[in-house]
């Protein structure tokens, strides 16, 4: 799978915005890291291949992936049922230093 079909769009949201603004220092039980970045990313896609994605697509050194499918919703318009789709969603947590400029 191409770098460019793992990664949707950037979710920018409050919580987003906010996560990606917040770095910790180096702790004694921690290292130290810069912001939080959530993706959409593709349904097939694992952990190494999102971490290699983002590196290579923005340049940026990656701490960890954390990731979560999202369950489409049931929605229904007139007199029809129907469903959203299913997504998954990616929060990369960035290396102390490194910035992505979309948020």
């Known amino acids: 799978m191409d770098i460019y079909h793992i990664i949707k769009r950037p979710l920018v949201t ?27 990313v593709h349904a097939d896609a694992t952990r190494p291949m999102i971490r290699e994605a983002i590196e290579k697509i923005y340049n940026v050194k990656v701490a960890s992936v954390r990731t979560a499918n999202r369950m489409g919703k049931r929605r229904r318009v007139r007199f029809k049922t129907g469903k959203t789709a299913d997504t998954k969603k990616a929060v990369v947590v960035l290396r102390q230093g490194f910035h992505i400029d979309l948020f």
Do not use: M, W
């Open 14 to 40: 409050e919580k987003g915005t906010h996560q990606s603004s917040q770095s910790f220092d180096r702790t004694r039980t921690r290292p130290a890291r810069g912001g939080a970045f959530a993706f959409e």
